[in-house]
């Protein structure tokens, strides 16, 4: 008979000044806002990016931005809700672009593996490239970073991405692809954003992107409550753990984790178009 050991109860990592968190979903985390604003800020998190991924869930991250100084927010319906994107939707989402909380269109992107585990309840992969060419439309006319979400469809992604026009950034939210695509997609000038199962142990090929990457094309996000980094993977996410990550990716590039941190830092306003006091 196995007994289960009990999940150890995440705590942040040594406190790094000048952190960021470039995608996490603060209204899925469970407790107050505030505290979750306030615990990451103990833990050294500058500026954390919320991600809306249906139309409620956006509204709930402009409120949020609104709320607090240091919160952005990104505004767009999921792939796998593709579906929602009705004309109702589209002139909101149209409207919470122009909105100067709202930093990045997204998350949008494609998702293949609900369609295979739940169709019934998922977009079909056309509606899905239709919502995403949108999206990319909206981030142009916006003058916004598109922010995706790529789910078991690098394929289609990057030819989706290469036949629309480009808009003044990509990020790919929760980088999970193959040394090969995250190649193509530095050279084609992308923003990989990491996520904390870059510190997983097999995940040796991500941290070899984390590696060779151009430290101006790089994020790290929590995407909380999931994807809890290493030494607490399963356990309940939120962004104060932010910097078992920015950790990581200090290591494999054999970098001050401070340093790291104030790089990222500046990628974050770049990107996000975000000014400091
Ligand atoms: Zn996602
Ligand atoms: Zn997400």
């Given at each position: 008979?196995?007994?289960?050991?009990?999940?150890?109860?995440?705590?942040?990592?040594?406190?790094?000044?000048?952190?960021?968190?470039?995608?996490?979903?603060?209204?899925?985390c469970?407790?107050d806002?505030?505290?979750?604003?306030?615990?990451?800020?103990?833990?050294?998190?500058?500026?954390?990016?919320?991600?809306?991924?249906?139309?409620?869930?956006?509204?709930?991250?402009?409120?949020?931005?609104q709320?607090?100084?240091?919160?952005?927010?990104?505004?767009?319906?999921?792939?796998?809700?593709?579906?929602?994107?009705?004309?109702?939707?589209?002139?909101?989402?149209?409207?919470?672009?122009?909105?100067?909380?709202?930093?990045?269109?997204?998350?949008?992107?494609?998702?293949?593996?609900?369609?295979?585990?739940?169709?019934?309840?998922t977009?079909?992969?056309?509606?899905?490239?239709?919502?995403?060419?949108?999206?990319?439309?909206?981030?142009?006319?916006?003058?916004k970073?598109?922010?995706?979400?790529?789910?078991?469809?690098?394929?289609?992604?990057?030819?989706?991405?290469?036949?629309?026009?480009?808009?003044?950034?990509?990020?790919?939210?929760?980088?999970?692809?193959?040394?090969?695509?995250?190649?193509?997609?530095?050279?084609?000038?992308?923003?990989?954003?990491?996520?904390?199962?870059?510190?997983?142990?097999?995940?040796?090929?991500?941290?070899?992107?984390?590696r060779?990457?151009?430290?101006?094309?790089?994020?790290?996000?929590?995407?909380?409550?999931?994807?809890?980094?290493?030494?607490?993977?399963?356990?309940?996410?939120e962004?104060?753990?932010?910097?078992?990550?920015?950790?990581?990716?200090?290591?494999?590039?054999?970098?001050?984790?401070?340093?790291?941190?104030?790089?990222?830092?500046?990628?974050?306003?770049?990107?996000?178009?975000?000014?400091?006091?």
């Amino acid at each position: 008979m196995s007994k289960k050991k009990p999940r150890p109860i995440p705590v942040p990592a040594q406190f790094i000044p000048g952190l960021i968190d470039a995608h996490t979903h603060l209204a899925s985390c469970g407790g107050d806002l505030a505290g979750l604003v306030e615990r990451a800020k103990e833990a050294g998190v500058e500026k954390l990016c919320t991600v809306g991924d249906g139309l409620a869930e956006a509204e709930l991250a402009l409120e949020a931005a609104q709320q607090f100084g240091n919160v952005f927010a990104a505004c767009a319906i999921h792939p796998t809700k593709a579906h929602q994107l009705d004309e109702a939707a589209r002139a909101r989402l149209t409207e919470m672009a122009a909105d100067p909380n709202c930093v990045a269109i997204g998350e949008t992107g494609l998702d293949t593996y609900w369609i295979t585990h739940d169709p019934e309840n998922t977009a079909a992969l056309d509606v899905q490239e239709e919502a995403l060419c949108w999206h990319v439309d909206l981030a142009i006319s916006a003058d916004k970073p598109l922010m995706i979400h790529n789910r078991e469809a690098d394929a289609d992604l990057m030819r989706v991405l290469a036949d629309a026009p480009a808009p003044k950034d990509t990020i790919l939210h929760c980088f999970s692809s193959p040394l090969e695509m995250a190649k193509e997609a530095l050279d084609r000038g992308y923003v990989l954003s990491f996520a904390g199962n870059v510190t997983f142990k097999r995940n040796e090929e991500l941290r070899e992107a984390a590696r060779i990457a151009p430290i101006s094309q790089i994020l790290i996000e929590t995407d909380a409550p999931y994807m809890t980094p290493e030494p607490f993977r399963g356990s309940r996410n939120e962004p104060s753990l932010i910097g078992h990550t920015a950790l990581c990716i200090a290591e494999v590039r054999g970098m001050a984790v401070e340093d790291v941190a104030a790089a990222l830092n500046e990628n974050f306003d770049r990107v996000y178009g975000v000014t400091n006091p």
